[in-house]
């Protein structure tokens, strides 16, 4: 019983300090999800036919370098190429 009132309490002093305590599970879990998202980002572009990729600015060359330059990868909750 004291244990979850022990972590109950550090729970409420992590809140209160408006910092998150740091992990290094949550942070390797941010990475693979950022990975994952750029993944399929590489796979839509690649199933697109040329025409469609110059029409969006860019050629089957550039998927590799566009994928791994998507700044704003992590903002976006689902990966459209229509607004790329």
């Given at each position: 019983?004291?244990?979850?009132?022990?972590?109950?309490?550090?729970?409420?002093q992590?809140?209160?300090?408006?910092?998150?305590?740091?992990s290094?599970?949550?942070?390797?879990?941010?990475?693979?999800?950022?990975?994952?998202?750029?993944?399929?980002?590489?796979?839509?572009?690649?199933s697109?036919?040329?025409?469609?990729?110059?029409?969006?600015?860019?050629?089957?060359?550039?998927?590799?370098?566009?994928?791994?330059?998507?700044?704003?990868?992590?903002?976006?909750?689902?990966?459209?190429v229509?607004?790329?």
């Amino acid at each position: 019983m004291s244990t979850v009132h022990e972590i109950s309490k550090w729970h409420q002093q992590s809140a209160n300090t408006g910092r998150a305590a740091y992990s290094p599970l949550e942070a390797y879990w941010n990475a693979f999800k950022i990975w994952r998202k750029r993944r399929m980002l590489q796979t839509e572009l690649s199933s697109l036919t040329d025409r469609e990729l110059i029409d969006i600015g860019i050629t089957r060359g550039e998927i590799d370098y566009v994928s791994s330059k998507a700044s704003d990868i992590t903002k976006t909750p689902t990966l459209d190429v229509r607004y790329w």
